[in-house]
């Protein structure tokens, strides 16, 4: 099948190497030339684990090109994606500004019928109005799909090429035919292809990150409430997720999710709840709850230490997830600023998003660290942000024999209280 996949961002690239890997001809547009070069040459915009490799194959083998052209993108293309940004507006609801911009593209360049799938993350009423976007500039017939992606930062490619489920929304049988043609290759051990209504599967999407917001949000509130009565989370939430109807997943405490998804779409359903003329209070506290969050690593700090002024402190991670260098949101900026705000220094390492953290978030405000032991030189104490794979078991010795003070304030919860008490550090965690 010939695929045109509109925006090669987090969305686009990986959907579009993916669709490539199980045989379709690709063409990913974009109207960054320098990124479109550069992605020629096998060079990628994003850490994501397996997505180089596969890439790179692909490209060799003609499977998958890239363009500025969406006259050469969407030539002959029978399905054609669009994996636009859609960034928040002041008040938190999505802006459309790239969809619409792409949808009237597209429909310029149509050369015979193709189904125009929205895998962007949308409000509910998007595909209405790329219908009439594409269908202002085209006289070809085209039908409009929602088919919202569920890809997890750091596993997209598993996600992608083994779904736990496809989401087709459609009112045509004919672009419902083809769609699900394109997505057999990746549900052949039977997971389901769920056909609904476009309005549905916008909102599936949404639904879907609100509730995994929520139950994050939810447990940390829980680990607060350990925290004051002596409890531990971790058997809390032991004792909660072997419930067959709760489950274990998106049970742990921590220091607040961040991330392009979460903190987005929850701000988007409650303000398309606003325009429809409801209150989303649950969605309301789970925004509040992870703002407030994010400070409880500073503010255990500022509880050992008193005056943080003229302080030294060392941090493992930035990313606001693992297997990332994705810093939107990240938990690690509030940090950081907080602490350089009380007078503060920090010198931090991650083992991908440091670029990122120079370039976008952070600056040279910050001091950066080659290696993760590199970090502790002189520090006061040492905050975990992040539960990198390569932090779960450190040398606690050389961590003792490099801090000023033998601190750990650990936002994941990834070492052991028993363990590191019994070596000397005072250990800060979150719920236990």
Not at 113 to 137: C, H, L, Q
Not at 153 to 181: C, H, Q, T, Y
Not at 236 to 260: E, M, Q, W
Request: with cysteine.
């Amino acid at each position: 099948m010939r695929i045109a996949v509109v925006g090669t961002g987090y969305v686009g690239l990986v959907a579009g190497t993916c669709f490539a890997e199980s045989g379709n001809h690709v063409t990913c547009i974009d109207i960054d030339e320098e990124k479109v070069r550069r992605l020629h040459d096998g060079i990628l915009p994003i850490y994501e684990p397996g997505l180089e490799e596969l890439l790179r194959r692909n490209v060799r083998d003609s499977r998958l090109t890239f363009t500025t052209d969406y006259a050469e993108g969407i030539a002959d293309a029978e399905v054609v994606f669009i994996a636009v940004g859609t960034p928040p507006g002041e008040d938190g609801s999505a802006d459309l500004k790239y969809v619409l911009a792409a949808a009237r593209s597209i429909g310029e360049n149509l050369t015979g019928y193709a189904v125009i799938v929205d895998k962007s993350t949308v409000p509910v009423g998007t595909a209405r109005k790329v219908k009439e976007a594409v269908a202002s500039t085209t006289k070809h017939e085209f039908d409009v799909v929602s088919n919202p992606e569920f890809l997890k930062e750091g596993a997209a490619i598993d996600d992608f090429l083994k779904p736990d489920r496809v989401v087709i929304g459609s009112e045509s049988p004919r672009a419902a035919k083809v769609m699900n043609e394109l997505y057999a290759p990746f549900v052949r051990t039977g997971n389901p292809i769920i056909e609904t209504d476009i309005e549905s599967a916008e909102l599936t999407k949404y639904a879907a990150n609100a509730m995994l917001a929520t139950r994050i949000s939810f447990m940390n509130e829980i680990a607060n409430i350990c925290e004051r009565v002596g409890a531990n989370v971790n058997h809390v939430r032991k004792g909660i997720g072997t419930d067959a109807r709760i489950g274990s997943r998106f049970l742990f405490p921590g220091c607040g999710y961040g991330g392009s998804c979460f903190p987005k779409d929850v701000q988007a359903i409650v303000r398309t709840s606003e325009e429809y003329g409801y209150e989303f209070r649950i969605l309301k506290a789970v925004e509040e709850v992870n703002e407030r969050q994010k400070h409880t690593l500073f503010e255990k700090a500022e509880k050992h230490f008193g005056d943080l002024k003229g302080k030294h402190f060392a941090l493992w991670g930035l990313a606001f997830k693992p297997n990332t260098d994705d810093m939107r949101e990240a938990p690690a900026i509030v940090l950081c600023n907080q602490l350089l705000e009380a007078g503060a220094t920090v010198t931090a390492f991650d083992p991908e998003a440091m670029e990122e953290a120079k370039h976008v978030y952070i600056g040279d405000k910050i001091n950066y660290a080659d290696k993760p032991m590199d970090a502790l030189d002189g520090a006061d104490a040492l905050f975990v942000v992040t539960e990198w794979n390569e932090f779960r078991r450190p040398d606690f010795e050389s961590i003792y024999e490099s801090l000023e003070h033998p601190v750990i304030i650990d936002g994941r919860n990834i070492f052991s209280r028993d363990v590191v008490e019994e070596m000397g550090f005072t250990y800060y965690a979150v719920g236990c």
